[in-house]
Structures are given as C-alpha cells and as structure tokens.
C-alpha cells in the first residue's frame, strides 16, 4: 500500500485529463492535483466546501437581486462571476424554492390570481390543475422571449442575446420572490403591491444595465411589462379554452 501511494504522489499527469502537470493544478481542466485514495476526513472537507461556497454565493446573489436592480447583471456582463451564482442557477433554484413552497401550502391557481371562476366548480377545477402544471415550463419558455423583447428595444446596443437572457433571469428571479407572499397569502393588497413593484424594479433595473435616459427607459420598461403580461394573458386563456373543451367531453 505504501508502494502504490509513494506511486501516485509522483505521477506527473493529472488524474481527471490526463495532461501533464506543472503545478498544483491542471492547465488544461483545473483540477487540483491529488491523490485517488480520499480519506473520510478529505471526503467530508470536501462536502462541507461545496455546501459553504454554494451558501455564500447564494447569500451573496439573493440581497443584491432583491435591493440593487440590475447590480447582478452588471456583474455578470463585467465578467465578475465568481462570487455569485450564474443568473440561470439563481433563476432555477429561486423558482424551484417557490413552486415547491406555494404548493406546499397553496398551489398557484387561478384563484390565488384573482382570477376565479365561481360560476362553473367544475371549469376553475381543470384551470386551476393546467396552471399549477404548466405555469413552470411556461415561465422557463417566458425568459427566451423576454431577453429577445430586449434585444429588439435595445437594437442599437453592443449587448449579445446571451446578455439580455441574464439580465431576465434575474429579472424573473424577482418575480418569482415578488409573488411569493400574494399567492401564499391570496391578498388583494400584496397582488396589487407586486403590480406597482415589479414594474419599478424593471425600470430601475434597466435604468442601471443599459444606461439610457430615464424617459426612454420608461418608454421600454412599460413595453417590456406590458409584453410579459401579454404572454401571460395569452397563457391564461389558451388554458381556459382547453379546460373547457375538456369540460364539455
């Protein structure tokens, strides 16, 4: 057994590609150079500096996305990605943690929206299951459409699609937080609340990643507002046509 490690400790090619190392770490795949038997202190070290550096990310990630629109994306686009988390894996684990929390509790019906349908039981039965179950892959399909509704309003800019899709990840990664205590609680207030919040955060948001004048980014961020709540609408009611038709067979 000592043989075989003596053996390993000297090998020159990293373990993971193959390449041969100069350092403590690989040059081609940057993983550390180390030994293939991991003790159960090493193994558990490891676990506990994944699931720190995760949890600081995301502490790092969530007070910015909520207080400083836009910071994030400005972040991201700067190139400063080490220190948060990638605006796709925020928007994941945030919309995960809220389909997961609602449904514990409520699941997202057309009730908790307001949109209730008291005169037919049966019809707002199919409507609320079609929105509780294709809510999450609509909004996963909202953000494309979204970041490409950016990238038409800001034609003139030097920005990718590519950074238009994180600036609306983090965007819907507000949303999502934003809606948490109106669905949970079914308040008209809260609803209405989120309905002055979030457009005052797209503005600001806008205001801080592309840098217009405060009137054109106005103009663009109620357009933008306006567009999603068109998708929406058009969710709501392609949903509505099929539960009906469902209803009358």
Same mark, same amino acid.
């Given at each position: =057994?000592?043989? =075989?490690?003596? !053996? $390993?400790?000297?090998?020159?090619?990293c373990?993971?590609?193959?390449?041969?190392?100069? /350092?403590?770490?690989?040059?081609?795949? /940057?993983?550390?150079?180390?030994?293939?038997?991991?003790?159960? &202190?090493? +193994?558990?070290k490891?676990?506990?500096?994944?699931?720190?550096?995760?949890?600081?990310? @995301?502490?790092?990630s969530?007070?910015?996305?909520? #207080?400083?629109? &836009? #910071?994030?994306?400005?972040?991201?686009?700067?190139?400063?990605?080490?220190?948060?988390?990638?605006?796709?894996?925020?928007?994941?684990?945030?919309?995960v943690?809220?389909?997961?929390?609602?449904?514990?509790?409520?699941?997202?019906?057309?009730? *908790?929206?307001? =949109? &209730?349908?008291?005169?037919? @039981?049966?019809?707002?039965?199919?409507?609320?299951? @079609?929105?509780?179950?294709?809510?999450?892959?609509?909004?996963?399909g909202?953000?494309? !459409?979204?970041?490409l509704?950016?990238?038409?309003?800001?034609?003139?800019?030097?920005?990718?699609y590519?950074?238009? $899709? @994180?600036?609306a990840?983090?965007?819907?990664?507000?949303?999502?937080?934003?809606?948490?205590?109106?669905?949970?609680?079914?308040?008209d207030?809260?609803?209405?609340?989120?309905?002055?919040?979030?457009?005052? +955060?797209?503005?600001? !948001?806008?205001?801080?990643?592309?840098?217009?004048?405060?009137?054109?980014?106005?103009?663009?961020?109620?357009?933008?507002?306006?567009?999603?709540? !068109?998708?929406?609408?058009? +969710?709501?009611?392609?949903?509505?046509?099929? *539960?009906?038709?469902?209803?009358?067979?």
């Amino acid at each position: =057994m000592v043989i =075989m490690q003596e !053996a $390993l400790s000297k090998t020159e090619q990293c373990l993971n590609c193959g390449e041969i190392l100069q /350092g403590r770490f690989c040059s081609h795949c /940057g993983q550390e150079r180390t030994n293939p038997i991991v003790s159960l &202190g090493e +193994y558990i070290k490891d676990i506990l500096d994944e699931f720190i550096t995760w949890d600081s990310k @995301a502490l790092r990630s969530i007070l910015p996305l909520l #207080f400083k629109p &836009g #910071f994030l994306t400005n972040e991201y686009l700067a190139g400063r990605r080490v220190s948060y988390l990638l605006p796709s894996r925020l928007y994941v684990i945030i919309s995960v943690a809220f389909f997961l929390l609602v449904n514990r509790f409520d699941p997202v019906t057309v009730e *908790a929206m307001g =949109m &209730g349908n008291a005169g037919d @039981a049966r019809l707002t039965e199919r409507i609320n299951s @079609a929105v509780a179950d294709l809510l999450p892959s609509f909004m996963f399909g909202v953000i494309p !459409a979204f970041a490409l509704g950016l990238k038409c309003v800001y034609f003139t800019s030097r920005l990718y699609y590519t950074h238009h $899709l @994180a600036f609306a990840f983090h965007f819907f990664s507000f949303v999502f937080i934003g809606w948490v205590l109106p669905v949970l609680t079914r308040s008209d207030t809260l609803w209405n609340l989120s309905f002055l919040v979030i457009p005052v +955060y797209l503005f600001f !948001a806008l205001k801080c990643v592309y840098r217009q004048s405060p009137a054109k980014t106005l103009v663009k961020s109620v357009l933008l507002y306006i567009g999603f709540w !068109a998708l929406i609408t058009i +969710y709501l009611l392609v949903v509505f046509i099929i *539960a009906s038709l469902q209803t009358r067979t």
